[in-house]
């Protein structure tokens, strides 16, 4: 199942029209987190192909074909989530961010709420000591899963807009303050980028 749904998502990929912006964000802030909503998870993934990306999937059943699918895709997964080996994923993810590996999440995590940033990223910030940039992308014409992050799949030539926001740098010391602060950037950036593609191509916002 991972196999074909990345062949069927990659053949789709070369039908879209991609714009970006802001991409002179990320790749000047050097070693960092990539942080991007769940829902945009295979548009994440088509965007980094090839580009030996370090993740975080859960350690579900849906994480492991989760990974299977990343995989295809160049994506090296480390296992865990808020509720299950997180600490272990969290320890796995800063070592690797310490070894000068590039690094993304999905801050709204396994399990929701949609579009509400999870502490973890900026625990993982300040721990690694690495800027997070956070990135959007958006299909004008899109098939919606009925989950809870209503997954977004491109549909076949259509366009797709990705933007990167400025680099959100952790503070030099650890605490719960700390961590929310990066937490509530992370989760202000991506949304207030997430509006503004989705108005730029007329896309109704979906609950």
Sequence with gaps: LPSAAAGVLKLIWRTTAVETRGIERWREAGACILAF????GSLFACYHNGQDLHTLTSSSFDGELAARLFGRFGFKSLRGSSSRGGLKALHQLTSAAR?????????????GPRRVAK????ILAIRAGIPI??????????WR???????????PFTRICCAFGEPIKPPASFSREAVEYLRQSVE??????????EAEL?????N
């Excluded at 909503?37 to 945009?40: N, P, R, V």
């Excluded at 502490?119 to 900026?122: A, E, F, S, V």
């Excluded at 899963?145 to 549909?155: C, F, P, Q, V, Y």
């Design 119 to 122: 502490p973890g990223i900026g």
């Design 188 to 197: 202000t950036s991506l949304n207030t980028m997430h509006a503004s593609l």
């Design 99 to 111: 070894a000068g590996l590039s690094l993304t999440l999905n801050v709204d995590g396994s399990r």
């Design 202 to 206: 007329g896309v109704r916002p979906v």
């Design 37 to 40: 909503w769940h829902e945009a």
């Design 133 to 142: 940039v956070p990135q959007a992308l958006v299909a004008r014409r899109a």
């Design 145 to 155: 899963l009925n989950t809870w992050d209503r997954h977004a799949i491109a549909k």
